[in-house]
């Protein structure tokens, strides 16, 4: 199984010379079995795949194309949408 890789922050830059940041992250993981005492930071759910986006817009896109998938449909997999920072640009 591969996990796609974070973006590097602060690398993308735009026409003007600015800096980018991802500002969304979609997250397909995995359903635990046991999903009573949920907690996130002390054992996260095994992430399948993690995609940024650059504005909630596309963010809901792409997880509306993960919630299409059986898996997911089926309760066997989870979408998550996670806000990342607010947008920062320099020049």
């Known amino acids: 199984m591969r996990t796609a890789r974070l973006p590097r922050q602060g690398r ?10 991802t500002r969304f992250l979609v997250v397909l993981t995995d359903v635990r079995s046991q999903d009573r005492d ?5 054992s996260p759910e095994r ?7 650059s504005s909630r817009e ?6 509306g194309a993960f919630m299409a ?5 089926a309760g066997r997999q989870r979408v998550k ?3 990342t920072g607010r947008r920062r640009t320099g020049g």
Do not use: F, W, Y
């Open 58 to 63: 596309a963010a809901e896109r792409i997880a």
């Open 12 to 21: 993308d830059a735009t026409e003007s010379g600015q800096v980018a940041l």
């Open 38 to 42: 949920r907690d996130e930071r002390a």
């Open 69 to 73: 998938l059986g898996m997911v449909r």
């Open 81 to 83: 949408l996670i806000a």
């Open 47 to 53: 992430r399948r795949q993690v995609v940024g986006a």
